[in-house]
């Protein structure tokens, strides 16, 4: 497979993630009652939505298509958030979401870890910060 193609696929899946993340803490927010814990998720969740900008517009500029939109997998993870979360306190919406931003650290190393030119592991990596970040001002939450 050609390197291009290859390096696309991988930076999609990480704005994949992101949009999965924006979509989570829709769920998080509406769940929530603290002002104080949702202007927190508010914050983390506009930073997702930054990241998603700044990734689309990369993968265009390199001549590829951005894959906005959650797909199948997106989808489903949706659908059981919202099972799992039912009517929660907010230690418990935090806790999914500490859960939830990990999850999309582990999936930003994995592809960090892929076959990137040296400007998109930057960005890959600038993203990841950003996440671990956002790990970091939920744990101040609880």
Do not use: C, W
Request: net charge neutral; aromatic share 4%.
């Amino acid at each position: 497979m050609d390197n291009k193609v290859e390096l696309i696929k991988s930076l999609n899946e990480l704005l994949q993630g992101e949009y999965m993340a924006i979509e989570s803490f829709n769920n998080f927010i509406s769940r929530l009652q603290k002002e104080s814990t949702i202007t927190t998720f508010q914050d983390i969740q506009k930073q997702h939505r930054k990241n998603t900008e700044t990734l689309a517009n990369y993968i265009q500029n390199i001549g590829g298509r951005p894959d906005e939109n959650l797909g199948l997998k997106g989808k489903m993870g949706d659908i059981m958030l919202n099972m799992e979360l039912g009517s929660s306190m907010d230690y418990e919406v935090i806790k999914k979401a500490i859960d939830g931003e990990t999850k999309g650290v582990n999936m930003a190393e994995k592809v960090l870890r892929g076959n990137l030119d040296d400007k998109s592991r930057k960005l890959a990596g600038e993203i990841l910060q950003n996440d671990r970040e956002s790990i970091k001002k939920l744990n101040g939450l609880i």
